[in-house]
């Protein structure tokens, strides 16, 4: 019985050695950060024949991992290459926008460059804004390796179906959730810890809406809790920390939690809602 196992153990090894590996793949991505972030990189370009030679051999590994055993073809395959190497000046026009906004939204940051060099928050959302691409252009499963390779190092989780506007600011990250089918505007500000979740893990509902939309200018708190595909915080909205979230907002409003004492001597969390237009 035991060799039996082992056997269709090897079995599987042997169909899965054209695999591509965590590790291989979160190579790519931090050699495609190089390349578009000189604070990122430790490669030192001659000049600039000796970095197109740089950016065409992650061409090339791009393919090579897109011609894996599927049914794309090699035509398809340079297609999808072409498109999302095109589609680098968009990408990182957008990256400059997140790490303005993380700049300008920490008070601790001192410049742009501390951003890209050290922030977590800078990390998972360029890992997202690139598998998001590929994920546009009908790739699978690499999109979700580039993003659990960033959840890996940062502890944030942004699945690359989600849809996230311009000038995101991630403050801090840890433990920050934003699932499959989320919408997320312009100008939102998340710390660490905030989930915007699905109220069901029913399989039969994979291909509804499960996640909120948070509209522009939104910011929203450590451990706040968003959940359910018909939940909208509108634009100009706060949420404070630690909250539960399964109804909308209206726009310009305030949710944060109030303690206050009852007879038993303990404390009772209310939400309260507020305008603050």
Wanted: proline share 4%; charged share 20%.
């Amino acid at each position: 019985m035991e060799k039996l196992f082992l056997e269709q153990l090897f079995k599987r090894h042997q169909e899965c050695t054209i695999c591509p590996s965590q590790e291989y793949i979160g190579n790519f991505f931090i050699d495609l950060l190089q390349v578009f972030f000189p604070e990122f990189a430790t490669k030192d370009y001659s000049d600039v024949s000796d970095f197109l030679t740089e950016v065409n051999r992650l061409k090339k590994e791009l393919l090579a991992v897109l011609l894996l055993p599927t049914s794309r073809t090699k035509c398809e395959a340079n297609q999808i290459v072409d498109s999302f190497f095109e589609a680098m000046p968009v990408i990182h026009a957008k990256l400059e926008q997140d790490v303005q906004a993380m700049y300008e939204g920490d008070p601790a940051a001192s410049s742009s460059s501390e951003v890209i060099h050290s922030y977590p928050g800078f990390y998972a959302i360029s890992a997202y804004r690139f598998a998001h691409e590929l994920h546009k252009l009908g790739v699978d499963i690499l999109p979700r390796m580039i993003t659990e390779h960033a959840h890996s190092k940062t502890g944030i989780d942004i699945h690359p179906a989600a849809q996230i506007g311009n000038y995101f600011c991630i403050d801090h990250g840890t433990g920050i959730v934003i699932g499959e089918t989320t919408n997320i505007g312009d100008h939102v500000k998340i710390y660490q810890g905030v989930t915007l979740g699905a109220l069901s893990v029913n399989k039969e509902d994979a291909k509804k809406k499960r996640h909120p939309t948070i509209e522009d200018h939104v910011v929203i708190y450590s451990s706040a809790t968003i959940l359910g595909g018909n939940t909208v915080v509108g634009h100009h909205s706060i949420v404070g920390g630690n909250v539960w979230i399964t109804k909308s907002m209206p726009a310009h409003s305030k949710v944060y939690y109030k303690n206050t004492k009852n007879e038993g001597n303990s404390f009772l969390n209310e939400i309260n809602q507020k305008s603050i237009s």
